[in-house]
């Protein structure tokens, strides 16, 4: 457990994502201990959110009870890990394909180890922010503002995960980039003495249009090893743009999914229920806690 902390200390400073580090095209990281460190991290973020009916005295026709309260703090220390497992199972196979589009190469369990520390990154804040949230707890009774701040806390923690994953994939692109180019000049054959007749050649980073009559070149070459969304030349750019697409994937089904295993807070008015009936959505439910907090009666 020791070490699994000292790599997600690494993963944090930087220190595991170095270029140095992925030369390989590989993520060397220990996936069980990472794991662990996700259920731990969760469930300490798990007892702040779940502990705000249980940091106010309940009132004497309070429909919950001090028992419903404690099991409250229970079930949301076990769901906010389930939560963030659930999302890595269901993400888990669009991000393989969605990688092997970019080129970056990595394989199977190499991209698990990525996405596996993506959200162990995203743990890590809502995990340091908990304080914060058990502070706002005492400090108010207000329901809708509650849910808000731990939307706003996990919103923050999910961009940093997810930027941290999109860094990693650009660097794995550009390593994989470096390598090609790499092997096309040692490819790159002896000029001959002086032929009588410069044959034409498309300049670099040009693929000729189809049915031009360019010989063979290291360019060409190395185009045909390109990724299969890949127009020579537009790698990078390609690669940002289709994970970008990804991490809104990643963002709705992560937000529904909190909305599937809800409740984590806890309404006040209601007794303890392990889930809530399945009704409206996340983003709905977001727009009626605003209201609610900004409602003047």
Known sequence: MRKAFRQ?????????????????????????????????????????????????????????????????TFASAVKLPLLFCLTLLITFPSLYVFNALVGSRLRLLSVLKLLVASIAVMLAVVASLGPIVVFFSLCTSSYPFMQLLNVTVSGVAGFLGLAFLLRTLHRLVLIQENKLMGEAAAAVPPPPPAPPIPT??????????????????????????????????????????????WTIVFGLVGAQMSWVLRPFIGTPNLPFEWFRERESNFFLAVLNALQALFSID
């Not at 580090?21 to 969760?42: A, D, F, H, W, Y």
């Not at 670099?204 to 990724?227: H, T, W, Y």
């Open 8 to 72: 997600l200390d690494e993963i944090l400073r930087g220190d595991a994502t170095q270029l140095s580090s992925l030369e390989q095209g590989q993520i060397e990281l220990p996936l069980k201990g990472l794991l662990m460190v996700m259920v731990l991290l969760g469930v300490i973020y798990g007892l702040c959110i779940g502990s705000f009916n249980l940091l106010h005295p309940l009132e004497e026709d309070a429909v919950i009870t001090t028992r419903d309260a404690w099991m409250q």
């Open 200 to 245: 034409p050649v498309a300049p670099p980073g040009v693929v000729p249009p189809e049915g031009a009559n360019v010989p063979f070149s290291p360019d060409i070459e190395q185009a045909k090893k390109l990724s299969a969304l890949d127009r020579y030349g537009y790698t990078h750019q390609k690669a940002k743009y289709v994970v970008r697409i």
